[in-house]
């Protein structure tokens, strides 16, 4: 509903209406609510609850319903009075929720989290007023307009005669966590090209035959990561230390047996790259 953000009169109206639901964001974690089915779902409010001077933004209609979200951060207790409702780490509930709720409350987090951080122009340092519904961030300085922003990273399963790589990244190094490779693209080069580099910086190991696999929104803070396979050329591992601990290579049923690390989550785009070469969707 791109159309209706620069509608001013109608988004008041709709906020005002009675009828919105507001996703809250709070610190970073989003509202949810376990059923009687000890299921998660998201937890929407009514305008009434909102803090009157809390940055928010429209993000669009599902069904009959207009969808707002708001960030309670400035407040210490955001709501009081919870009862089966709790502020989650979305990384943590997202595999718990359905597709599309969990891309509702991603797409509050990214964009509360981009507000949060862009109060300012880049160019001169002056405020920012927020515009179309808090999609845009206007200058009132230099008259720039900043838009929410999204880092593009690429993550790769690399492959070498029915074995995978695998590293464990030296954030996670008391989790004893092994996933796949992954890294930001830089300025000037390709996604093929984003995927080689990564790879032989962090293992060593020199890769070809580059082809894509799929994405994955990752508003943490505000990624999206851009699946590939890859297939390696060398063997040998050189790690570097300020990105991974550990890395080896592992055989289909030695993944698919219980090992004494972990595999990232089920939500994670990393671990759909490794249960599909699993399963030998991918050669």
Same mark, same amino acid.
């Given at each position: ?94 595999g718990l929720l359905p597709a599309g709720d969990a891309a509702i409350l991603a797409h509050a987090r990214g ?39 999204? +880092? /593009? ?9 029915? !074995? =995978?790589? $695998?590293?464990? #990244?030296?954030? *996670? ?66 790690? +570097? /230390? ?9 055989? !289909? =049923?030695? $993944?698919?047996? #219980?090992?004494? *690390? ?22």
């Amino acid at each position: 509903m791109d159309a209706k953000r620069r509608d001013a009169d109608w988004i008041n109206q709709q906020r005002a209406s009675g009828h919105a639901l507001f996703a809250p964001v709070w610190r970073s974690r989003n509202l949810v609510r376990r059923t009687d089915t000890n299921q998660f779902e998201p937890a929407y409010l009514k305008t009434e609850a909102v803090p009157e001077n809390a940055p928010w933004a429209f993000l669009g209609a599902r069904g009959d319903a207009m969808i707002f979200t708001f960030d309670a951060s400035a407040w210490d207790t955001p709501l009081p009075n919870l009862g089966a409702e709790s502020f989650e780490d979305l990384r943590r509930m997202g595999g718990l929720l359905p597709a599309g709720d969990a891309a509702i409350l991603a797409h509050a987090r990214g964009l509360m989290h981009w507000r949060s951080r862009s109060r300012f122009c880049c160019t001169c340092g002056a405020p920012c007023t927020a515009q179309d519904a808090g999609h845009v961030l206007a200058c009132t300085g230099c008259g720039a307009h900043h838009f929410p922003r999204t +880092d /593009p990273a690429v993550i790769m399963l690399v492959t070498h005669n029915d !074995r =995978a790589l $695998l590293g464990q #990244p030296a954030r *996670f190094r008391d989790m004893r966590v092994f996933t796949t490779l992954a890294g930001f693209v830089e300025p000037g080069e390709t996604l093929e090209e984003a995927v080689a580099r990564e790879v032989l910086e962090e293992s060593g190991i020199s890769v070809t035959d580059v082809h894509y696999h799929s994405s994955q929104p990752w508003p943490f803070p505000a990624s999206i990561m851009l699946g590939f396979t890859a297939t390696a050329t060398t063997q040998d591992i050189t790690i +570097d /230390p300020d990105e991974l601990t550990a890395a080896a290579w592992f055989t !289909r =049923a030695e $993944l698919a047996a #219980p090992q004494d *690390f972990v595999l990232p989550p089920p939500i994670s785009i990393a671990r759909r790259l490794i249960d599909d070469w699993i399963a030998g969707v991918l050669p």
